[in-house]
């Protein structure tokens, strides 16, 4: 996951009036989405030579990665 630093908290409360707390949350939540997005893509690139297979782990993967 991306290391969120203080200098990324300060810049966005400067840009959103919020407080740091509040800052700091939204860039977890972002580095969240993020990493799901880059988990669901390479479950997207898994390729098996049994495609009832690939189906089904594709399947379980994406759900793990949303519910994480």
Do not use: N, P
Not at 5 to 12: F, M, N
Not at 27 to 52: C, H, I, N, W, Y
């Amino acid at each position: 996951m991306k290391q969120i630093t203080a200098e990324d908290v300060k810049k966005l409360r400067e840009e959103s009036g919020e407080g740091l707390m509040a800052c700091h949350k939204i860039l977890l939540e972002r580095a969240t989405q993020e990493e799901k997005g880059e988990m669901l893509a390479k479950v997207r690139e898994l390729s098996f030579t049994d495609r009832r297979t690939e189906r089904l782990v594709k399947e379980i993967l994406t759900y793990l990665v949303r519910k994480a």
